[in-house]
């Protein structure tokens, strides 16, 4: 079955940790995204790739990383220098500009402790 | 700058009655509208989308319909149905902008009573 995934479901870290989330898809989707859900808001964009080696700044990017090396995966560093990183991050990916609907993976909880 | 507005963070409506959700928005760039269903600890699910080109669009029990005069859009769900009960995040964007960046609202919260 084509889709996104992402690991873990949850996930817990000791701030001033570096902590890096998974997201995989296959679907053969040229553009990923990662997003940040907070409660009571909607999605904030952290980062997105249009294609291989190749990314750019959402409006919140400090504090994250990522890379794209393979079409397939995007992985979001969540580093020691974001200042409150308890959050619900997603995935998503699109065909790519001008096709703009994305589709989401299931997301991943990540609670610094 | 909140682009992308629901002004509604909650709806309450009765299993079989229609139930409408609001969106608004201030960029007259946006050109493609998007509406998300969104279950607690899981990712959105894509439900309709819409272009400016257009005025209505439906799909099954669900119909989107765009203002551009207003910088409105709505999503009308007949009838709804207690599986309905979710967060519902409108979503817009500029194609034309080439990027494939989605500008979020906040959401509503649905509820649908047996």
């Known amino acids: 079955d084509g889709g996104i995934t992402q690991s873990p479901k949850y996930l817990f870290r000791k701030e001033g940790q570096n902590v890096t989330l998974s997201c995989e898809q296959n679907?053969?989707?040229?553009?990923m995204y990662w997003y940040r859900q907070d409660p009571g808001q909607g999605l904030r964009l952290i980062y997105y790739?249009?294609?291989?080696?190749?990314?750019q700044k959402g409006d919140i990017a400090e504090g994250y990383s990522v890379s794209r090396e393979k079409k397939e995966s995007f992985p979001l560093t969540v580093t020691s220098a974001q200042k409150n990183p308890t959050a619900f991050y997603l995935c998503?990916?699109?065909?790519?500009?001008?096709?703009?609907?994305?589709?989401f993976g299931p997301g991943t909880r990540l609670t610094v402790l | 700058d909140q682009q992308v507005k629901q002004n509604s963070p909650s709806l309450s409506v009765q299993e079989g009655r229609i139930s409408i959700l609001n969106c608004d928005y201030t960029?007259?760039?946006?050109?493609?509208f998007l509406w998300y269903k969104k279950y607690p600890a899981e990712g959105p699910t894509f439900l309709i989308s819409?272009?400016?080109?257009?005025d209505k669009n439906e799909d099954g029990r669900f119909t989107v319909f765009l203002n551009k005069s207003a910088k409105h859009l709505s999503l009308h769900i007949v009838p709804s149905q207690p599986g309905d009960s979710a967060v519902y995040f409108c979503?817009?964007?500029?194609?034309?902008?080439?990027?494939?960046?989605?500008?979020f609202g906040q959401g509503t919260t649905l509820q649908v009573k047996p």
């Open positions: 679907l053969n989707h040229d553009a």
């Open positions: 979503a817009a964007s500029m194609p034309r902008s080439n990027t494939g960046k989605l500008i």
């Open positions: 790739s249009q294609i291989v080696n190749d990314f």
């Open positions: 819409i272009s400016s080109i257009k």
């Open positions: 998503a990916s699109s065909p790519g500009p001008p096709a703009d609907t994305q589709y």
């Open positions: 960029n007259s760039m946006f050109d493609y």
